[in-house]
Nanobody
């Protein structure tokens, strides 16, 4: 079984930065793809960025150039560095994982709240 634990959310002002962390427990981390999703108030959960087990990274357009995703296989963790935050980045950020043999993300953390004030 895989457990994920996010940390690093908070209340910041527009233009500020935050770094989210996700700790991965339970299995061989290097065999899992990882991702960050977010859910804004009143909206559906959406993908923000993902990193494959081999290290390939992809971002959605609205965070390109502002957010940086990384993973540390030695620490079983992924990080989302968020710079130049905007009020529309407000939401609950979830860490997700999937084994390389699985098409969809099927392990989820509890989420961490990010609030960006204008």
């Amino acid at each position: 079984q895989v457990e994920l634990a996010e940390s690093g959310g908070g209340l910041v002002q527009a233009g500020d930065s935050l770094r989210l962390s996700c700790a991965f427990l339970g299995r061989t981390f290097s065999l899992y793809g990882m991702a960050w999703f977010r859910q804004a108030p009143g909206k559906e959960r959406e993908l923000v960025a993902q990193i494959a087990s081999g290290g390939r990274i992809s971002y959605v357009d609205f965070v390109k150039g502002r957010f940086t995703l990384s993973r540390d296989n030695a620490k079983n963790a992924v990080y989302l560095q968020m710079n130049s935050l905007k009020p529309e980045d407000t939401g609950i950020y979830y860490c997700a994982a999937k084994h390389t043999s699985t098409p969809d993300y099927n392990y989820w953390g509890q989420g961490t709240q990010v609030t960006v004030s204008s």
